[in-house]
């Protein structure tokens, strides 16, 4: 059997993703040996179609001819495997699925209608069998490059699940909200970055999605608790993975309640 | 020759997706067409209404190649807004955040993107074969980038230590002294990379009638603040940026194409540009090298802008040493400010090209309204100028090759079309 065919494909999205693996640059050669990278816009102007034993899927799903070219995609990969918060969940682009897209478009563009887009942006798994989901935006590079080795050794690919505290605490780092009374959203948010946020003094804003069975209840109630508004602890919510369940369910409920109080 | 068209489906080794399509009338060109299908992701729209501090972690993600350059334009605009000024710690601390985006956005660009067509390469990663020793010397010039990114802003994509006022924690000396021994090994690195990529063999063009446009500074190599200067003569002050250029939607693109409203005409932003204006204001290791290859003061070939990143890299290598090894790295991470009802201005040089952010916040620190204009979206009418010239130079019968020559011209401008769809036209309607 030759080396495994490796197709990286892009949706809606920055590139910031599939950047990180042209960022692992230690590494990068080393991949470039191991599989053949036959389609990669970005890299290479050798684009090949498939099948491909591989594919990664970075970006989001947001027109119409995007839907049919996800099955595509899907049709010729064996393994697929979606990067990033935009094709895990739909991205910062998600955030007009609760809103009026048409009256978006036109806030942007004097003439819309030369554009077609859907009214929401939603992650890969609406429409295809996704087999592996890694998480971030950006994802983390080294976790990038242990699922491909990984795959390429036959192994399923694991990454953690617990949430951002427990890195924290691994580090050493001093909990911004014990010690400084600032929001964060670490406890409810999976793991994966290494608990930047905390080591700089903020607030975890919540770049990987949620973490197992998180208790957003009950994080936001000890929110509430030092002066945060139920609106502002729902922006808090509403970013990078706005549609992720998790977090969208207890946005709306959190939006509910700013409403209730005005 | 009849009428015929080359279409190009997917631009590579460029950052985000387009295609490319030319009509030919025999010899004489009909139409060109840089097509960017890159869906709209609608930022100013979800900007609107959330609180000020979001801005620098969402407008990010409109690039990941570029997310400094977002997070510089915006902060620079919303604390005009807030009327706050920052100390001049903070200023030179984010001219070394931008130093580190502007090698790695460079290192990327000519290594594995823009050298492989001098070398005739599908990629960087083939060309690899052929020329380890100058691929892996570039990957370790962009690494250098990141990891400078990295120290300062938390981590090299979309970076999380940035923030209206400055910095939530400023790095501390062991941190930024780290960086050093490295950064000396990059600058002569990086003398030796542009050398070798001046020697490259440059097609015979220039682009007619150019106007290059870039921020300029009296005491600084234009970063994070100035005046805009053109390669015509004139002084423009960013806070005119909306009176004097003008974006119109075309059918083609998800990205608007922008012209002077003087002229009429396209205008090209981006390193030559900046180099074409600025040559004075390089670093001394910059300047000599720009005087040792010859470089004109006015470059008007758009392939040599490989070159161009290159004098950009060694700047930035040698400003970010200075700003390294200075001691007196103290002062709060941030200045403090008030909520303020009002509307701030400002562009900075990103990679690319001038990036303009516009923001009208409310008394709570709620944004009201934004506009974002990103340099790709500038240059891409100046593009299409250039190509429809380029043509006759390289029309053969041969399709493709016809075809990966006009590639090659657009891949020297390094375009970034992820995120050449975001912004809003001025000429917005309300009711
Ligand atoms: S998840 Fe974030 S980093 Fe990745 S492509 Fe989407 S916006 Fe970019
Ligand atoms: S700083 Fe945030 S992530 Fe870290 S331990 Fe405290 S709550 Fe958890
Ligand atoms: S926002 Fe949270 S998950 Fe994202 S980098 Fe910061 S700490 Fe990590």
Not at chain 1, 118 to 132: G, M, N, R, W, Y
Not at chain 1, 133 to 162: D, M, W
Not at chain 2, 207 to 233: F, Q
Request: aromatic letters at 6%.
């Amino acid at each position: 059997m030759g080396k495994p065919k490796l197709g990286v494909f892009k949706f809606a999205s920055c590139d910031g993703c599939q950047l990180s693996l042209l960022d692992a640059e230690d590494q990068l050669l080393a991949v470039a040996e191991a599989v053949d990278i036959v389609h990669f816009p970005e890299a290479s102007s050798r684009l090949e179609s498939g099948p491909y034993d591989i594919a990664l899927i970075e970006g989001s799903i947001t027109t119409p001819h995007d839907v049919e070219r996800i099955q595509q995609i899907r049709g010729d990969s064996k393994f697929l495997m979606t990067i990033g918060a935009c094709a895990t969940a739909g991205g910062i682009q998600a955030l007009r699925n609760g809103a009026d897209t048409s009256e978006f478009m036109q806030a942007v563009y004097a003439t819309p209608e030369y554009i077609q887009v859907l009214d929401q942006s939603t992650p890969i798994a609406e429409h295809v069998k996704v087999d592996f989901e890694l998480r971030g935006c950006p994802i983390n590079q080294y976790q990038l490059i242990e699922v491909i080795q990984s795959l390429l050794a036959g192994r399923t690919p694991r990454t953690p699940k617990h949430s951002v505290c427990l890195d924290c605490k691994r580090r050493g780092t001093v909990c911004v909200t014990v010690a400084q009374g600032i929001a964060c959203l670490g406890p409810v948010t999976q793991s994966g970055c290494d608990a930047i946020c905390p080591s700089y003094h903020r607030g975890c804003y919540g770049c990987y999605g949620p973490a197992a069975q998180p208790n957003l209840v009950s994080l936001s109630t000890q929110t509430l608790k030092t002066g945060v508004s139920p609106a502002e602890a729902a922006h808090r919510l509403q970013n990078f993975n706005v549609s992720a369940p998790a977090f969208h369910k207890e946005s709306q409920r959190l939006t509910d309640q700013a409403r209730e109080q005005n | 020759m009849g009428n015929r068209t080359i279409k190009v489906e997917t631009l590579t080794r460029v950052e985000g997706e387009g295609g490319l399509y030319i009509r030919l009338n025999g010899e004489a060109v009909d139409e060109v067409r840089l097509e960017i299908y890159e869906p709209p992701r609608l930022f100013e729209a979800l900007l609107r209404g959330r609180p000020l501090e979001d801005v620098p972690d969402i407008t990010a993600r409109i690039c990941g190649i570029c997310p400094v350059a977002y997070q510089m334009s915006s902060v620079h605009a919303l604390e005009a807004a807030l009327e706050v000024t920052v100390s001049p710690e903070i200023r030179r601390l984010r001219r070394l955040l931008y130093c580190g985006e502007w090698i790695e956005s460079h290192g990327l660009h000519m290594h594995l993107l823009h050298a492989p067509d001098f070398l005739g390469f599908d990629s960087g990663l083939e060309m690899a074969k052929q020329f380890p020793d100058e691929v892996n010397r570039g990957l370790r010039l962009k690494k250098h980038g990141n990891q400078l990114v990295d120290m300062l802003g938390g981590r090299a994509i979309h970076p999380i230590n940035v923030c209206v006022g400055g910095f939530y924690r400023l790095p501390t000396r062991k941190e930024v002294h780290k960086l050093i021994p490295d950064f000396e090994w990059g600058l002569n690195a990086a003398i030796e990379t542009t050398r070798w990529v001046a020697g490259f063999d440059f097609p015979d063009f220039e682009s007619p009638d150019c106007e290059y446009i870039s921020l300029s500074h009296p005491d600084e190599y234009p970063m994070n603040a100035g005046v805009m200067k053109t390669s015509r003569g004139d002084t423009i002050d960013v806070a005119n940026y909306e009176a004097e250029f003008e974006e119109q939607q075309v059918p083609h693109s998800t990205a608007l194409h922008a012209i002077r409203k003087s002229t009429g005409r396209p205008y090209l932003l981006g390193p030559l540009a900046r180099i074409n204006l600025n040559r004075d204001k390089l670093s001394p290791s910059a300047q000599k090298l720009a005087d040792e290859i010859k470089l004109e003061p006015l470059c008007c070939n758009p392939h040599k802008g490989i070159i161009a990143r290159g004098l950009e890299i060694i700047h930035a290598y040698e400003e970010a040493l200075m700003i390294l090894r200075d001691q007196t790295l103290k002062g709060k991470s941030r200045a403090s400010y008030e909520y303020q009802a009002g509307e701030g201005l400002s562009a900075t040089e990103a990679p690319r090209g001038t990036l303009f952010h516009r923001y009208i916040v409310d008394k709570d620190g709620k944004i009201v309204e934004a506009s974002i204009v990103p340099p790709t979206s500038q240059n891409q009418a100046q593009i299409e100028t250039d190509l429809k010239q380029w043509i006759s130079h390289v029309i053969s019968n041969d399709e493709r090759e016809t075809a990966r020559k006009c590639e090659n011209l657009v891949r020297a401008y390094d375009p970034c079309i992820s995120c050449s769809t975001h912004f809003l036209n001025v000429k917005i309607e309300r009711t």
